[in-house]
């Protein structure tokens, strides 16, 4: 009767915790250190927020710029890298896998080869943020146990019930995450979602406007930077200007490719990474981790427990038998003693 109740009150709390419904005692202030622990789902959300956050600012090996700070720390990550060096790695790569493609064109192949390259780091993130999580969840269990069950059992319910249950959990999390990482480190980018089509034309767009800027400041002579962009009483030939703003022809068809091929990745990297965000949180987290704690330790799992598992859960630990059985000796000791002396008043009385 003890361990049902004590599993009723583990899988009341812990659903709790996971559900985010902190209005049981138990709870306590979230001003706390240990409040906070309670509060599973609270620890997760922050936790799965600032993960994202680090796959934003350094998911990616490499940040591709086109001009580098006058000076940055050797310890920043992700390195800066200058776009024109950075197209000549994918021109030097480009030119050792060129297969049947035409001049201009690239390989296929080599969108993956620069996105597994680029993602690399993800690996580290994603083992990072399971770890916190293993480790948040086995407190926010442990102090739930110590309000569901007494310092003697406590251990025996964890030994037998709990981390049976549990560490199957934390394994499908770990696989989980694998599996969820295995598309994004090797095999061959695939995506249907739009989001692919419209980064690569925002890229694009932007190399044009960029381009665009340029030439009028130079062919105006104004600052487009500035808050007046205003030109009057200024006239011009529109069809100068008209072929100004034309880009010219790329003349080495391999650094066209190249850049090509980098657009193509760097739109395929911000798909990618909002997809691994959200199938980790949603396939491995939310599937594999939280779903399952509350039946850890449910009441079914006490009525499946045989009776030997039963009474070493139950059982007094070594400590305490030893404390018991000295307790009883000194007992003994005074039961005699008190038998004695009342031998002694009687004699005392007949005298």
């Known amino acids: ?84 060096k950075y197209l000549e790695q994918v021109t030097y790569q480009m030119r050792r896998n060129r297969g049947r493609e035409l001049p201009g064109l690239f390989n296929p192949s080599i969108i993956g080869d620069l996105f597994f390259e680029q993602a690399k780091p993800w690996l580290h993130i994603v083992n990072e943020v399971t770890a916190k999580l293993i480790d948040a969840t ?64 925002q890229k694009r767009q932007a190399e044009n406007r960029k381009f665009a800027y340029e030439k009028i400041r130079a062919f105006l002579n104004v600052d487009l930077t500035s808050e007046n962009t205003w030109v009057s009483h200024h006239s011009f030939d529109a069809k100068v200007l008209c072929d100004t703003l034309i880009p010219g022809t790329e003349q080495d068809m391999d650094r066209f490719a190249a850049t090509e091929a980098t657009n193509a990745m760097e739109a395929y990297y911000k798909v990618a990474l909002k997809s691994v965000i959200d199938a980790f949180g949603m396939y491995a987290v939310e599937a594999c981790l939280l779903a399952g704690l509350p039946d850890i330790f449910m009441p079914e799992i006490v009525y ?48």
């Open 138 to 201: 086995w407190e926010t269990v442990e102090l739930v146990l110590d309000k569901a069950a007494d310092s003697v059992t406590k251990e025996g319910i964890m030994r037998y019930a709990i981390r049976p249950n549990m560490e199957p959990i934390c394994g499908k999390l770990l696989v989980k995450a694998e599996e969820v990482l295995l598309p994004h480190r090797k095999g061959h980018p695939l995506t249907f979602n739009h989001y692919f089509t419209e980064n690569l034309q």
């Open 304 to 351: 499946q427990l045989d009776d030997e598992t039963v009474t070493r859960i139950a059982g007094e630990s070594t400590d305490t038998v030893v404390e018991r059985e000295d307790l009883q000796k000194k007992f003994k000791v005074l039961d005699e003693t008190m038998v004695t002396l009342r031998r002694l008043k009687t004699f005392t009385s007949s005298a």
């Open 1 to 84: 009767m003890y361990l049902l109740k004590a599993s009723q009150t583990f899988s009341k709390l812990i659903r709790s915790a996971v559900d985010g419904t902190y209005d049981d005692g138990f709870f306590g202030t979230s001003e706390s250190t240990t409040g906070y622990k309670k509060r599973l789902r609270a620890v997760v959300q922050r936790t799965m927020t600032d993960f994202a956050d680090k796959m934003e600012r350094e998911g990616h090996a490499q940040q591709i710029v086109d001009s580098k700070p006058s000076r940055q720390a050797s310890t920043v990550r992700p390195q800066l890298l200058l776009r024109d």
